[in-house]
T-cell receptor, first 114, second 113 residues
Framework: GENVEQHPSTLSVQEGDSAVIKCTYS??????FPWYKQELGKRPQLIID?????GEKKDQRIAVTLNKTAKHFSLHITETQPEDSAVYFC?????????????FGTGTLLAVQP | DGGITQSPKYLFRKEGQNVTLSCEQN?????MYWYRQDPGQGLRLIYY???????QKGDIAEGYSVSREKKESFPLTVTSAQKNPTAFYLC????????????FGQGTRLTVV
């Protein structure tokens, strides 16, 4: 069925290290892949997104890569800081005839240890 | 102050009662939608609306109902038919669904007592 798998579910890194979160999707027609950050007690907010016509996008310490052939995309955070601690969700836009959806992964709890 | 507003923040309901969660936006977005967030399950789609007077079921629509009579508003009713309604509910809007940035409300935590 339609789904987005996200790994790992929890990730602990030391401040200054890099963090990588990976997602796979099932619908080959998907063309939009956003990443959301949800800090404790707050609403999810978009941090970066990528469309299928590019393979990589970077915004300061955050980058996303997309492999359409393998149907997976990843979030890379370099030089992590304590304020990066949050739950991160990947998502994929799925298109199925009369039904279009934005499907989210199950989330990754990132803890950056000072 | 532009944005998307959900109310109330906390809501308690007795079993067997219907309850309506409010969602209002002043971003002039055509699309509005509801997700349910449970620990370890991410965000699951309940209903979405791409334009006024039109809405579609998501993956977990059973026991829920919506209306989209105004562009600014997309209320969600949790009916007594929903077997496990205790959850955190998030409303969002966007210029287009599903492939543009979603702006989320602050959420409503519903507890059935």
């Amino acid at each position: 069925g339609e789904n987005v798998e996200q790994h790992p579910s929890t990730l602990s890194v030391q401040e200054g290290d890099s963090a990588v979160i990976k997602c796979t999707y099932s619908d080959s027609a998907s063309n939009y892949f956003p990443w959301y950050k949800q800090e404790l007690g707050k609403r999810p907010q978009l941090i970066i997104d990528i469309r299928s016509n590019v393979g990589e996008k970077k915004d300061q310490r955050i980058a996303v890569t997309l492999n359409k052939t393998a149907k997976h995309f990843s979030l890379h955070i370099t030089e992590t800081q304590p304020e990066d601690s949050a739950v991160y969700f990947c998502a994929a836009a799925l298109y199925g005839g009369a039904t279009n959806k934005l499907i989210f992964g199950t989330g990754t709890l990132l803890a950056v240890q000072p | 102050d532009g944005g998307i507003t959900q109310s109330p923040k906390y809501l308690f309901r007795k079993e067997g009662q219907n309850v309506t969660l409010s969602c209002e936006q002043n971003l002039n977005h055509d699309a509005m939608y509801w997700y349910r967030q449970d620990p370890g399950q991410g965000l699951r789609l309940i209903y979405y609306s791409q334009i006024v007077n039109d809405f579609q079921k998501g993956d977990i629509a059973e026991g829920y109902s919506v209306s989209r009579e105004k562009k600014e508003s997309f209320p969600l009713t949790v009916t007594s038919a929903q077997k496990n309604p205790t959850a955190f509910y998030l409303c969002a809007s966007s210029y287009r669904y599903p492939d543009s940035e979603a702006f989320f409300g602050q959420g409503t935590r519903l507890t059935v007592v």
